[in-house]
């Protein structure tokens, strides 16, 4: 049972990642992929996603150029501090002769979910421009679509582009606010369960040591990640943010506590702009009811999740 | 060694018990009160803050009305749903022949600043209005002032009164926002700590018991209280806000987490008015750095609170 599986992304070290996680994992039919200006710009992202999928041989995958700006600002830059200039931390990929669709990321979106009516499995993880544009293209797209996951957002965990916002959400809160109330059924993969999963140099050295081609492009490009997140935490390493959100949308974790709960994005210009506002006021009831239209927002992923994604990365 | 503490409150169930802690609490120069709306309007804060203060032995400290409206928006009409329509759970107390001073709350905290300058410990349990107004009256009182504890805010617990406000911050969010930017060596205590403490009800009869007017009049008080409280934790019980700011102005509980960190205050009109929004982004590292006009938030106070708490009241 193989199951039909779109991804809308800013590829970037992490994403890079996830899409190794995806291509890995038995049963995940990879049916499309979208960019988005997040990372680094919509363009680039495609040109990083074709030729990694090419060196997973999966240069078949339609790749579509999704949005380069934002629903009520223009893209600025990306993360190059992170995520190096070209978005996988200068590492050079060899060119894939594919190219990307001619088709919007927002449209390749409203495809895939029309072509797999209830059974399509959204993954989002970067900005949610792509999603909340392809909202107004087919109002319908929450039926549409059976399961969406992201990664984005905090619900008790710190920000980590300000004191509250994650960068998916804060790079479009106007889109992810969209996207969070339009009533599809979606799981969210935020800060307070990614922070808590990291990569560190001995996983890297035995990724590096695997020897494959996909797998030492990964174990590269995270060497340029492992120097940004070594400023935050003291040593090299990194905090494995999409390929958790790729495991949860294929159902390797276990999320161990996820209340299904409302959540509303902060598209203010105030001091919480980019914020998931998650109501967790349950907790103390121990999250007794779930919501109509409620997110289910992952707050405990428990287990070696680091270990469980260096064996999957070493398949490739 | 007494301490000269100014006590600004909306008394209210939870202010009642903070007043009986401060009564009880050796070396303790409770030099004056001013009231704000909250719980109930600020006049009639004042006059159970009297009524209180007369039934515990200390009729002569003076109590001054503070501001009845908020700075952007008129008061509304409290909450009798959690404290009671006479803001004290229906309690008749005796009436104390003690009138209000009729000097304003703002100028009643100004005057004490200036009376004990570098030495006053300032203890605010209710929305910042009147501190927020002493501000305007005197720019320097954030030097005048020693120390400054409030209640109020939540770091990373959910809100009280949305999914991210506290009510004394989201009553006046614009006033909260100038006391936490305003340069006071201050101290959080916010809902991070005050819901992990919890008044039992074999804790308000062993209070009854103890049979002292004082004693008896909080224990009948917290009868009403427990009722609010039985619908959110499933059994009659109290969560001791203001009590335990009290008991951090006056030293006697453990903070054992408390780092000094930015603190802004969400007064958008967004869905994050209202909030405490605490940089809490060191936590990975511990919190190594102390920011200059940070607040010191308190995130962790371990210890039988409760137990304290009654056994000071005890003593009434």
Redo the contacts between chains.
């Keep these: 049972m193989s199951v039909p599986l779109f991804l809308d992304c800013d590829t970037g070290i992490d994403d890079a990642m996830a899409i190794g996680w995806l291509v890995a994992t038995p049963g995940v039919d990879l049916v499309g992929v979208s960019t988005v200006s997040g990372n680094l710009d919509a363009a680039g992202g495609a040109r990083n996603t074709l030729d990694l999928l090419a060196l997973l041989g999966r240069p078949e995958v339609p790749v579509s150029v999704g949005a380069h700006d934002f629903l009520d600002h223009p893209y600025s830059g990306g993360a190059p501090e992170v995520h190096g200039v070209n978005g996988i931390g200068e590492v050079e990929l060899p060119r894939s002769p594919a190219a990307p669709t001619g088709t919007s990321g927002a449209q390749a979106i409203v495809d895939a979910a029309r072509a797999h009516p209830g059974e399509l499995h959204l993954l989002a993880i970067g900005p949610f421009t792509n999603v909340a544009l392809a909202l107004d293209l087919e109002p319908r797209l929450p039926e549409l679509v059976g399961r969406f996951t992201v990664m984005g957002g905090a619900a008790?965990?710190?920000?980590?582009v300000s004191?509250?916002a994650e960068a998916n959400v804060a790079n479009d809160p106007l889109a992810a606010h969209r996207v969070f109330t339009a009533g599809f059924d979606l799981t969210m993969v935020g800060l307070d369960v990614t922070?808590e999963h990291v990569f560190e140099e001995s996983h890297r050295q035995a990724l590096l040591a695997v020897g494959t081609p996909g797998a030492v492009a990964i174990a590269r490009m995270l060497g340029h990640y492992f120097g940004f997140y070594a400023q935050?935490?003291?040593r090299p390493c990194a905090v494995l943010h999409d390929p958790l959100a790729a495991a949860v949308a294929t159902g390797d974790v276990d999320l161990a506590l996820a209340p299904t709960v409302?959540v509303?994005?902060?598209?203010?210009?105030?001091?919480?702009r980019g914020?998931t506002?998650?109501?967790?006021?349950d907790?103390?009831?121990g999250y007794p009811r779930t919501y109509e239209n409620g997110t289910r927002v992952a707050l405990e992923v428990p287990g070696d999740f680091a270990g469980q994604l260096l064996a999957r990365l070493s398949t490739l």
């Design positions: 008790m965990a710190p920000g980590n004191a509250v922070m935050r935490y003291g409302p509303v994005v902060d598209h203010t210009d105030g001091p919480g914020q506002v998650v109501d967790l006021r907790r103390y009831q």
